[in-house]
C-alpha cells in the first residue's frame, strides 16, 4: 500500500479522536480517576484517546523527573517517559499542528485553574511541543507484532 497523505488526513479529520478535526473540544470532557483526571467522550463518559500527528523530538524522549524513574523505588519497566513531538513535516498534517495544540490547550483549560501549561505544552521562541508523559512500553509475554500503517 502507497502512503497517500490526502486520503490518510481525510481518514483522520472524520474520527472523534482526531484534535484537529472540526468541533473536536465539543465532543471531549474530563472525569476523575484515581490518579487525576482522565479524557472522555462527553456524551457517553467513557474514557477515550486523542490523536495527534507529529514528529517525535529526538532530544525530548527520556526517562527523568517528570517520567517518574528512580532506580531507588522502582523497576524501569514500571516507567513513564517522556515523549515531545513538534510539527510535522508532512504538508498534508502540518496545517493541523495549531488547530490541534489549540484544541489540546481548550481541553487543558477545562481542568485547569491556571493558563501554566508548561508541563504539557512547552514554548521555545517560536517552536511548540507537546510533551506526554506515559507508560510507552510494555513487557509482554509472546511475540512481539509491530503495526505500520504506510
Excluded at 18 to 24: G, V
Excluded at 105 to 130: K, P, V, W, Y
Aim: charged content about 20%; overall charge negative; some cysteine.
Amino acid at each position: 500500500m502507497v502512503y497517500n497523505g490526502p486520503v490518510e488526513r481525510d481518514h483522520l479529520v472524520h474520527t472523534n479522536e482526531y484534535c484537529a478535526s472540526p468541533n473536536w473540544i465539543t465532543r471531549v470532557g474530563w472525569a476523575n480517576s484515581r490518579s487525576g483526571q482522565i479524557l472522555v467522550n462527553a456524551k457517553s463518559g467513557e474514557e477515550t484517546v486523542c490523536i495527534i500527528v507529529g514528529v517525535v523530538s529526538e532530544t525530548r524522549f527520556k526517562a527523568g523527573p517528570m517520567g517518574n524513574y528512580n532506580p531507588e523505588f522502582m523497576k524501569f519497566a514500571d516507567t513513564k517517559y517522556i515523549l515531545g513531538l513538534y510539527e510535522p513535516i508532512d504538508p498534508d498534517f502540518r496545517g493541523d499542528w495549531t488547530i490541534a495544540i489549540n484544541a489540546l490547550d481548550q481541553a487543558e483549560n477545562m481542568i485547569q485553574g491556571t493558563t501554566d501549561h508548561r508541563f504539557f505544552m512547552e514554548q521555545t521562541g517560536n517552536l511548540t511541543s507537546c510533551v506526554s508523559v506515559h507508560e510507552y512500553f510494555k513487557k509482554r509475554y509472546g511475540s512481539l507484532k509491530i503495526l505500520m500503517r504506510h
